[in-house]
């Protein structure tokens, strides 16, 4: 019904910079909530930021400062600036939208298949 297609993953050094993009194709009526959560390897997917269909934004902690989200709904995509980069942001990136695919209005989580992002030291 929803393909999620991401990309922009990469290698980079230590304090560069990558930017993720996400977006959404298919049984689309409307788009909520849109967000990106990591996963490192041997540790539990966290979350990374989110962004409401308003705009409003949430980063954790650890990326706060860092990163950026934002959307473009008319292309129905998300994207995360990430700057100054870390060892530690070595995950494999995983977008997750929250998608209404009729008139009745009942959103459905959908993620991507997750873009790998690997910073060395």
């Known amino acids: 019904q929803v393909q999620l297609v991401e990309s922009g993953g990469g290698a980079v050094q230590a304090g560069g910079s990558l930017r993720l993009s996400c977006a959404a194709s298919g049984r689309i009526f409307s788009i909520g909530s849109m967000g990106w959560h990591r996963q490192a390897p041997g540790k539990q997917r966290e979350l990374v930021a989110t962004?409401?269909?308003?705009?409003?934004?949430n980063y954790a902690d650890a990326v706060k400062g860092r990163f950026t989200i934002s959307r473009d709904n008319s292309k129905n995509t998300v994207y995360l600036q990430m700057n100054s980069l870390k060892p530690e942001d070595t995950a494999v990136y995983y977008c997750?939208?929250?998608?209404?695919?009729?008139?009745?209005?009942?959103?459905?989580?959908?993620w991507g298949q997750g873009t790998q992002v690997t910073v060395s030291s």
């Open positions: 997750n939208l929250g998608v209404q695919t009729s008139s009745w209005p009942v959103y459905s989580p959908y």
């Open positions: 962004i409401t269909s308003g705009g409003s934004t």
